[in-house]
């Protein structure tokens, strides 16, 4: 469901029409009616149906797309938040994992949620990536990934100010977060060996520490114990060059230190086809790489190569994880 106030429903129903046909197969949470009402202000011709597990309906109506009905308090206009629907949109969010937990789903894929709608109704986390991970069992600790077609991209700390991010950037931290996203790349994405290669923090990676010594202190002690480990780790690289087009043929995944760090060269490359995925839990979850954009909602202008990117991306993860669990797999 996403916000309801946003483009969540808009770039859904874009995307089943443009792409419906060739889409992974798939279904909705939301509220049926408010998918109706978005449709038809589109102009988009879509026959929504209830879902069902009954493969059989499935096939006899390939066309229409299948909701899970759940209702809103209210109908509010594109890009007004009224909080009293923040129960709904967090209720779809349980409701998707718990189906995908019990194998009715392969994967979960989001659509943008606004905090502060969430927050005035008493949402106690952060953000989707700390709730996602309080319903995974073990609860982990999430990583996030951003990915397109060119580049793979985690920020080891994220959503801090650039001081705050410099205090909490540790050794310790920097293991973590790639041992988390080597598991991943192996299980989720195929790679039997992937190549992780690390950022440094400073200008020239900190040129021997006349511009800055976290290389020599904090990111060079994690490379050397992820290498022992037997890790294909390398680094740090200086940032300047580490997202140029010949240097990225060379790697997998680049471990970066701080938000813009990661995010801008993912954003230059590919605006509207990134996916933001998090890693480390007990199920596949995809999301577009943006926001809810009240200021367009309603518009038909949104764009829905993200969230077409994130439904194919959930699927291929699932099928390599599905994959990785064969009988003789570990």
């Known amino acids: 469901m ?33 998918l109706q009402k978005i449709a038809d202000n589109l102009g988009l011709n879509i026959e929504l149906t209830d879902y069902s597990a009954d493969s059989a309906a499935w096939a006899d109506r390939p066309e229409a797309l299948r909701v899970v009905h759940s209702p809103l308090a209210c109908h509010q206009p594109p890009g007004i938040l009224v909080p009293e629907n923040a129960k709904a949109v967090v ?13 009715k789903a392969a994967g979960v894929v989001t659509n943008p949620i606004q905090k502060s709608a969430l927050y005035q109704a008493g ?8 709730f996602l991970a309080s319903l ?4 982990p600790v999430p990583v996030m990934m951003l990915a397109c077609d060119q580049l793979r991209v985690v920020p080891v700390t994220i959503h801090l100010s650039l001081r705050d991010a410099l205090t909490a950037l540790s050794t310790d931290r920097i293991i973590e977060q790639t041992q988390i996203t080597a598991r991943a790349l192996k299980r989720d994405f195929g790679i039997d ?8 923090l400073n200008p020239h990676a900190g040129e021997e520490g006349s511009m800055g010594t976290e290389e020599q202190t904090i990111i060079a002690p994690a490379i050397q114990a992820l290498q022992q480990s037997g890790l294909n780790v390398s680094g740090p690289h200086p940032p300047d060059t580490l997202f140029s087009a010949r240097a990225r043929q060379t790697y997998d995944v680049a471990i970066c230190m701080y938000h813009d760090q990661a995010l801008i060269p993912i954003k230059t490359l590919d605006f509207d086809g990134g996916v933001n995925i998090t890693l480390g839990l007990d199920f596949i979850r995809t ?7 009240l200021d367009i909602a309603g518009s038909g202008q ?19 994880r599905h994959n990785s669990k064969e009988p003789g797999n570990d």
């Open 2 to 34: 996403g916000e309801p106030a946003g483009i969540g429903g808009e770039i859904l129903l874009k995307a089943w029409a443009s792409e419906g046909a060739s889409l992974p197969l798939l279904f909705v949470i939301d509220d049926k009616h408010r």
């Open 287 to 293: 999301s577009p790489d943006h926001g809810t954009a």
């Open 193 to 200: 060996n992937p190549h992780l290669a690390i950022a440094g």
């Open 91 to 103: 209720a779809s969010i349980s409701r998707a994992v718990e189906m995908t937990q019990t194998g």
């Open 123 to 130: 949402f106690p986390y952060p953000g989707h990536t700390e």
């Open 136 to 139: 995974s069992d073990p609860a």
């Open 302 to 320: 949104a764009s829905e190569r993200s969230l077409v990117a994130a439904i194919r991306m959930a699927a291929r993860m699932a099928a390599h």
